[in-house]
């Protein structure tokens, strides 16, 4: 029972010390580029990539922006790094995208890349990529924010609360962040399901 409470109580602790003003500029970023026909390539490793392919979901149905997750096509991610090593994919599959200033890439992930320390060198790179051309880097990560956060201040920090939670803080507070941003009135576009069905009823 300690340890779910503790887990809990560092949920609520994350909760409280989100920077609400980063999650509403970050809707204002994506409503920009809407207008602008804009793309938002959504890029995560592990968890985050399963996260990656939802928020693609509610970005596509529920906001009519068009989004894209590089990991939801396992072949060419798993020929990519094994003949081209990790660290190659989302750089190669940004650029055979056309990746333009009118895009932006978001960033899902616990640390946010590390080039020093060898951590998530797919999304290190894909950063890269994206500032060559101009690209929005916007995302959701957690502890000190790493490569992503240092590079720009429009991707969200989950504040790091017990740091052996981490990983399952920080993946669980991407979806709720996602899910706040899709939801703002400023971007939905469509009813979700049960919400219509209740509001029909």
Not at 24 to 30: P, R, T
Not at 36 to 58: C, E, I, P, T, W
């Amino acid at each position: 029972m300690n340890f779910i409470k503790e887990y809990f109580e560092a949920v609520i602790k994350t909760a409280e010390g989100l920077d609400q003003a980063d999650i509403a500029k970050c809707a204002g970023v994506l409503k920009e580029l809407r207008l602008q026909k804009g793309r938002v390539f959504v890029l995560g490793m592990g968890g985050s990539a399963g996260n990656a392919s939802h928020m693609v979901n509610d970005l596509r149905k529920i906001c009519n922006i068009e989004a894209y997750a590089p990991t939801d096509n396992v072949s060419e991610f798993s020929a990519s790094c094994n003949d081209e090593g990790l660290g190659s994919y989302f750089p190669r599959w940004l650029i055979t995208s056309g990746l333009s200033s009118n895009d932006a890439i978001f960033i899902l992930s616990v640390g946010g890349g590390s080039r020093e320390l060898n951590v998530s060198t797919e999304l290190v790179n894909a950063i890269d990529v994206a500032i060559a051309c101009g690209a929005k880097v916007l995302g959701v990560v957690g502890r000190d924010g790493g490569y992503s956060r240092k590079i720009s201040k429009d991707v969200i920090l989950v504040p790091s609360i017990v740091s052996n939670l981490d990983t399952a803080i920080v993946e669980s507070f991407q979806a709720i962040i996602w899910h706040g941003i899709v939801f703002h009135p400023d971007l939905k576009m469509h009813p979700s399901k049960w919400e219509s069905v209740i509001k029909g009823n």
